[in-house]
């Protein structure tokens, strides 16, 4: 199994929480081209799955009981919407759910130095306003904005009055939609107004992955490309468990950089979180595409050979993508330099057996020659085949176990409009039937694609401390607390 794909901690640990802020956990100045380098690995996730499950209540509860739930020992379970989203929910899904990953610009920029970063320490030296997965860092670019003066910009009388309502209910998703909209109107120009309103906006719903790229293209037309990288890379902190963030982000390193192990690193940056995702297809897609236009096969050949190891909605069309490279290309140029050397000496030392003892006369041992290395071929390629065939069949099987709960999930993104009854309910049996496994990385990358469409509901918070309490990961524990109490279920 790659790298990337290893079993990775998704959260920052919470020895690094200090009363001054979260910082953020991304530091890619010595990443290698694996992308191992780009995760932290916290307590021992090769342990068993945790199978704690919660009972469900009709309880409802805040921020201040979730925090104190592990103290008393309460059973808080609960099946209710946070409070602060229950204004008219008109407005559209079409940001905070899925978007055109078409990128708008196309940027030219000089290549990043050779270690690989994208802007120097970035994930560590600029101002964010949230560390991973939404956790709030300093007070950059904190909900402090929205009292915030513009640098003597005037404000219309419609972006006072939508001002004056966020300021007064900092959780009214409408409200902020109808102001940035309206500021976005007024001063199209104006970079510094755009940046208060998302950045103040952003903290509040950092999970709304459509309008990071919305605010990472305004960064591109008005300013500087280190700041659209900043704002990609507090992105991907905000919201570390969507395919589509990585997505756009990826889209803009291969429109904005020349160098392949710069875009290379930042897809295996991607991958290492979301690359075992059931929906993650469309970044195996531009990775893939992109190796292709690379023209380097070997590299086109180990990423089939990783999406075939997990389930995944295009696995069939994976598998044949992969039969359709092999009957159009050598073996040579699709195994990577340790295949081909392992391949090597494997025939030597078969090949010393097979000519011991042996006396043939020289125009026969020369006209066999060609035959035999023919044999030999054709045997490597159908080894090499029945290997990934084999990885395929594996995930079949196990996508054959999932699929029913994958297809009942129908808004895997997050957004404030409340989730049906029965999409609920089947978060939960999903998360019982993976906890059941007994692969804590599976367990934790599920539950934080489930913490995305339901950030709002705290039963799902709570069921996940739990879970990470009883395989002993306190580091992740203590991380989902944070996250809960800080940002997503704050009363």
Not at 120 to 139: H, K, L
Not at 230 to 242: F, I, L, P
Not at 249 to 271: K, N, V
């Amino acid at each position: 199994m790659a790298d990337s794909e290893a079993v990775v901690a998704q959260t920052s640990s919470a020895t690094a929480f200090t009363a001054a802020g979260y910082p953020p956990v991304y530091n890619d100045t010595n990443s290698d081209a694996s992308g191992a380098a780009a995760t932290k690995n916290v307590e021992d996730l090769t342990a068993t799955g945790a199978t704690t499950t919660m009972e469900d209540s009709n309880i409802s509860f805040g921020a201040t009981e979730l925090t104190n739930y592990i103290a008393d020992g309460s059973d808080l379970g609960a099946s209710h919407h946070v409070a602060g989203t229950n204004s008219s929910l008109e407005a559209s899904d079409k940001l905070s759910g899925p978007t055109s990953a078409t990128d708008s610009f196309q940027p030219s920029l000089p290549d990043p130095s050779k270690n690989g970063n994208i802007v120097n320490e970035v994930g560590n030296s600029t101002s964010t306003g949230v560390a991973e997965n939404g956790i709030i860092s300093d007070d950059t670019h904190g909900s402090n904005v929205i009292h915030e003066l513009f640098d003597g910009s005037a404000l219309s009388d419609e972006e006072e009055r939508l001002w004056s309502i966020v300021r007064a209910n900092s959780l009214d998703f409408n409200a902020w939609i109808a102001l940035i909209e309206e500021t976005e109107k007024m001063s199209e120009g104006n970079i510094l107004k755009i940046r208060k309103v998302y950045d103040a906006f952003l903290v509040e719903f950092p999970l709304c992955y459509g309008y990071w790229k919305k605010y990472a293209d305004h960064e591109a037309r008005l300013g500087s490309m280190d700041k659209v990288v900043e704002v990609y890379e507090r992105a991907v902190q905000g919201v570390t468990y969507s395919v589509d963030m990585w997505l756009h982000y990826c889209i803009f390193a291969i429109s904005t950089y020349g160098d392949p192990e710069t875009i290379r690193r930042l897809f295996e940056r991607g991958l290492a979180y979301v690359g075992t995702d059931y929906l993650s297809f469309p970044l195996w897609d531009k990775y893939i595409e992109y190796e292709y236009t690379q023209q380097d096969w070997s590299r086109v050949a180990l990423l089939y050979t990783r999406v075939l190891e997990n389930p995944n909605q295009q696995l069939d069309r994976y598998f044949e993508g992969f039969k359709e490279l092999v009957a159009n290309r050598p073996l040579s140029e699709l195994r990577t330099g340790e295949e081909a050397a392992a391949a090597a000496l494997e025939n030597s030392e078969n090949g010393g057996q097979e000519v011991e003892g042996e006396n043939l006369p020289n125009a026969v041992e020369q006209s066999s020659k060609p035959v035999s290395a023919s044999l030999k071929d054709a045997e490597e390629l159908e080894k090499y085949i029945a290997v990934r065939e084999e990885m395929y069949k594996k995930a079949k099987e196990f996508d054959s176990k999932i699929i029913g709960f994958e297809t009942a999930i129908r808004r895997p993104y997050f957004h404030v409009r409340p989730l049906s009854g029965v999409e609920l309910e089947n978060w939960h049996n999903y998360l019982h039937f993976i906890e059941g496994v007994g692969d804590l990385s599976k367990v934790v990358k599920l539950y934080e694609r489930c913490l995305i469409a339901c950030a709002n509901y705290p039963e799902y918070w709570i069921r996940y401390v739990r879970c990470m309490e009883a395989s002993g990961s306190m580091d992740l524990a203590e991380n989902a607390l944070a996250r809960a109490t800080q940002v997503f279920v704050k009363v």
